[in-house]
């Protein structure tokens, strides 16, 4: 699929992305990761976006994406700009819209953002001439992160076709849930859905799931036999809400131990975008042992990015 044109302008989610979009995001990610990791290379940089100005705006904390981004702009030779809502004018009460404008009239042609409301990148991707690339939107999409899942599950678990995904935790509050179904259900893998009922949707818990998704709240059940797991973080805040009675029922019914690994298939690679709360929904054993794939999702998460920031810049309607 490589030397197909890229034809979207904005990055937003990928809920409307077809499978071959999927798969040129992936298989560029393929040429980009040995830029970053081939021992031969002693130059971890090529010029293809040389001269060109992304611009980081995270208006929400962020290590992994927004470190990876920049990463990933400098290995193209970008120039990478980066503006925090500590520190910007946003403190002083300037707005989303006149945030980005001013943004963008100092020379930025990418703009990659993550903001605490639903639908930030959509409004500003609506109100801009730049590229937009969603870094994550309250609860709504982390395109990217299911992105790097998708490419981190296809190198251990070759294609995904058929593969079962257990996606277990908070599920209602995670934007990381809705983009890894709508990455890897369209590369044939089936998803099967565990947590609390008062952390998934209420519609998909009474039945009306996505194509290719199933919920089973006993994560025992959900885990017996599967390809891989993706924990999630548990948003901590939510417990004062009064969603869960307690951390350590949580830990106790949904924390994936050693013994809820063990029932997966043998091998299952375990998975988790992170920040981790070890020791509540993934144990620190697990989330550092033989099966997991965490940092390797860290460090893919660069290419991944590589991969994007190159097709929407040599996109015809952005180039
Ligand atoms: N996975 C993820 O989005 O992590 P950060 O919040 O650290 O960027």
């Known amino acids: 699929m490589i030397g197909q044109a890229w034809t979207r302008r904005h990055v937003l989610a990928t809920d409307d992305w077809s499978r071959a979009e999927i798969e040129m ?42 470190v990876s981004f920049e990463l990933a702009a400098k ?44 639908g930030a990148a959509q ?5 801009v001439t ?44 995670s934007r990381v849930a809705r983009s890894d179904i709508h990455t890897l259900v369209p590369l044939g893998a089936r998803i099967t859905l565990s947590g609390p009922p008062t952390l998934v949707p209420v519609a998909w818990r009474c039945g009306q799931l996505p194509e290719g998704v199933v919920y089973e709240p006993d994560a025992d059940r959900a885990l017996a036999g599967a390809d891989a797991v993706i924990a999630l973080r548990l948003q901590r805040e939510r417990q ?17 131990s050693e013994e809820r690994v063990a029932l997966m298939r043998q091998g299952a690679p375990v998975l988790h975008p992170g920040p981790m709360n070890e020791g509540i929904e993934i144990a620190a054993s697990v989330a550092h042992g033989s099966r997991s794939l965490i940092e390797r999702q860290v460090t893919n998460g660069v290419a991944v990015r590589m991969a994007v920031l190159w097709l929407l810049a040599s996109s015809p309607v952005t180039a």
Not at 97 to 118: K, P, Q, Y
Not at 240 to 256: D, H, K, M, T, V
């Open 25 to 66: 995001v992936l298989e560029q990610t393929d040429v980009m990761l040995p830029v970053l990791t081939d021992p031969n290379r002693t130059v971890r940089r090529t010029p293809a976006l040389r001269g060109r100005t992304v611009v980081l705006f995270f208006a929400e904390a962020s290590t992994r994406t927004r």
């Open 75 to 118: 290995a193209l030779s970008a120039d990478v700009v980066n503006v925090t809502t500590a520190g910007s004018s946003v403190e002083k009460g300037e707005s989303l819209f006149d945030t980005v404008r001013t943004l963008e009239a100092l020379g930025g042609e990418i703009l990659v953002m993550r903001h605490a409301a639903s």
């Open 123 to 127: 409004f500003v991707a609506d109100r």
């Open 130 to 173: 730049s590229a937009v690339i969603n870094a994550g939107d309250g609860w709504h999409a982390h395109p990217t992160q299911g992105l790097l899942d998708a490419f981190t599950l296809r190198t251990q678990l070759g294609d995904l076709a058929g593969k079962r995904i257990v996606i277990l935790g908070d599920v209602l509050h």
């Open 240 to 256: 004062e809400s009064g969603l869960l009675p307690s951390l350590r029922e949580y830990a106790r019914a949904w924390g994936l």
